[in-house]
């Protein structure tokens, strides 16, 4: 996709915002490089996989990722001779452990769920690995004493030194005599050996090495002649120590470089899982549904909103603002191709422009936008864009500029499956040239059959639709009676300015304005005329489309809904009949889970005329419903 199209629409705040919804750093990763694609198939996939976890959610929680971390750096460096730190184990091993949860979690999908479960597929199950490496691998990144029994032996050794040598020193400190000639009276160490700081005036006073001097040569580090034996075994001991934590961590790395592959696996699914779930959340937040990927290149846009104008006005709102965002209703590719849109300045033109353009970006990047249900996408090749280089929806500017060179390149790449965006055509030059120049590109994009949205303040470029069969005139309606802006888009009415009837509400002077209707020209006016005869038929026509689409969009929605309904009583149905099977089938000596006290038990009997079971659990013999109980995993 156009990379200055995706800077001009902001995609790149978009994907910051769903960043923000991921769990852990695999997905956050991934939602920062998402990117609109044109594979028809890789984006009803994507959609698919958040409806599938949209429908899950409404009864279920989200996948947990408590404890997931990226750890696959730490994986693919894990090659022996290389060892994995301490640290890095204790974080595998906390992943690890972690992704059980979401295996677990992956259990409960729906067998409808076939895209969300070809994601799951991939998550493997390392508990066997976590447990392996949290037996040498404290929580902390501490290896623990306990990690094998020469560790444990070896440590022993070394406290046991180390208290000793303790005592050797605690009995020279004792000494009055001996303190005297020291600079201070506390041990020190060098090198791992404990020392005394012996005044230099008074060297050869301790029997013993002297190690080394300070920098001013006053003080001189003696290890007394009774230390030197525990001091050298202590190190001995220590050397043994970091030998077996070596080995330890060796055969630890080595396990990992051996599941190196599924790992990997494991960590790019539970990645996808995560930006899934980043989707879901980010819906809920904005209200966002997956819209209908068309494949006739029609677009159907029914209540939608710009994501990045939600975001300002939930910002407003926490201030205690209020700022609405208005919806607007937006078709191309069945009519018509080219919308030509007018009105006056701050009215929405730029943004309703804007919103198209990032909408077929988020549909094309697997993102649920900001719609009504029933809303459709098709697949462009490309998203052109021509746009003022300073205007940024963000910063609630609206400036406007042409850029020729731009609208070279575009009309270089126009062509079926092309959605092209231009604002405020004919603008920044003469307004006669401008018109000129405005109409010829229109009949460009037109003869290229791509599909176009354009913007301007050239009231001529409104003929084109009445000249072209695949062409269509819209507008930002205008309340004349405020002097505000709607921002409503009318499909089918031309727009207007409105600059002399604003000047006359603001109390221009009646002869001025009688002026300036004069010199309006004539054949304005009569374009006027006419455009007014027809625009009655066409807000009727309009109004029964718009009609007829919300009606097939809910019976669509109840269609939906009753199908999954269906669905959900199947599954429970299914369901249930499994645990009657499995409930009819226990026998005494069966192991089971029992819910209600979370821990194992052993069938002693069962009571079905009861609807009980006698199970034992520890040292007791209780009944419990059978509804409580599970049937304990086999290994």
């Known amino acids: 996709m156009d990379p200055h199209t ?21 997905g956050r990763t991934m939602a ?7 594979r028809r198939d890789l984006i009803e996939q994507w959609h698919r996989q958040v409806h599938d976890l949209i429908e899950m959610a409404a009864d279920r929680d989200l996948p947990p990722f408590g404890g997931v971390h990226d750890i696959r750096d730490a994986i693919r460096t894990a090659v022996p001779p290389h060892c994995l730190e301490p640290n890095d184990l204790a974080v595998v091993a906390e992943t690890l452990a972690a992704t059980h949860a979401v295996v677990a979690w992956a259990g409960g999908l729906l067998p409808s769920a076939e895209h969300l479960r070809a994601v799951c597929e991939s998550i493997g199950d390392f508990r066997i690995l976590a447990d392996a490496i949290r037996q040498v691998i404290g929580p902390t990144g501490e290896v623990r004493d306990d990690a094998s029994p020469r560790l444990r032996r070896i440590r022993a050794e070394i406290s046991g030194a180390r208290i000793s040598i303790g005592h050797v020193f605690d009995r020279l400190l004792r000494d009055r005599n001996l303190t005297r000639l020291l600079r201070y009276p506390q041990a020190t160490f060098h090198d791992d050996r404990l020392v005394l ?90 209200k966002l549904v997956c819209p209908v990927i068309s494949a006739d290149g029609r677009l159907l846009l029914r209540q939608v909103r710009h994501p990045l104008l939600m975001r300002l006005a939930q910002e407003a709102a926490q201030r205690g603002e209020n700022r609405e965002v208005v919806p607007i209703d937006v078709r191309l590719g069945e009519d018509f191709d080219l919308l030509v849109i007018t009105g006056p300045n701050t009215g929405g033109k730029t943004v309703a422009l804007k919103t198209v353009g990032l909408i077929a970006l988020m549909a094309q990047a697997g993102l649920p936008i900001p719609a009504a249900a029933g809303s459709t996408v098709p697949v462009y090749a490309e998203v052109l864009i021509d746009v003022g280089d300073e205007q940024s929806l963000q910063q609630s500017l609206s400036t406007f500029s042409a850029h020729l060179s ?33 109409q010829a590109i229109v009949e460009e994009l037109l003869h290229r059959r791509c599909s176009a949205m354009v913007t301007t303040h050239l009231g001529v470029l409104k003929s084109v639709a009445y000249r072209e069969a695949r062409a ?47 010199y309006l020209s004539e054949s304005g006016q009569q374009l006027d005329r006419a455009i007014r005869g027809t625009l009655q038929s066409r807000r009727q026509a309009e109004q029964a489309r718009t009609d007829a689409e919300s009606a097939k969009a809910q019976a669509i929605q109840d269609i939906e809904a009753a199908r999954r309904e269906r669905e959900t009583l199947r599954q429970q149905r299914t369901e249930f009949d499994r645990w009657v099977q499995r409930i009819t089938s226990l026998r005494p000596g069966d192991r089971v889970h029992v819910r209600r006290f979370d821990r194992p038990g052993t069938i002693v009997r069962v009571l079905l005329h009861k609807q009980l079971a006698v199970v034992n659990v520890g040292s007791m013999e209780l009944e419990v419903p059978l509804r409580e109980i599970l049937l304990a995993p086999t290994a």
């Open 32 to 38: 920062v490089k998402i990117k609109p694609v044109s």
């Open 472 to 518: 269509e005139n819209a507008c930002v309606d205008f309340d004349v009676k405020t002097l505000e802006p709607t921002y409503r888009l009318l499909i089918g009415e031309p727009g207007s300015s409105n600059a002399i009837n604003i000047a006359s509400r603001l109390g221009l002077p009646p002869r001025v304005i009688e002026s300036a209707r004069r």
């Open 406 to 438: 731009r609208l070279l390149m575009i009309l270089k790449q126009a062509g079926p499956a092309t959605l092209v965006l231009i604002d405020e055509l004919g603008a920044g030059t003469d307004p006669d040239e401008g018109a000129a120049i405005g």
């Open 197 to 286: 700081p012996l005044a230099a005036e008074h060297r050869g006073r301790i029997p013993g090495i002297v190690h080394r001097s300070s920098d001013s040569g006053a003080t001189l580090f003696v290890e007394p002649a009774a230390a030197v034996e525990l001091n050298n075994r202590i190190i001995s001991l220590k050397h043994d120590e970091n030998t077996e934590i070596g080995r330890l961590l060796s055969h630890l790395t080595h396990q990992i470089f051996l599941n190196r592959e599924q790992l990997l696996g494991t960590m790019e699914a539970l990645a996808v899982l995560d930006l899934i779930t980043a989707k879901v959340r980010f819906a809920r937040a904005y």
């Open 6 to 26: 995706l800077d001009k629409l902001e995609f790149e705040a978009v994907r910051t915002i769903l960043a923000q919804f991921a769990s852990c750093a695999l």
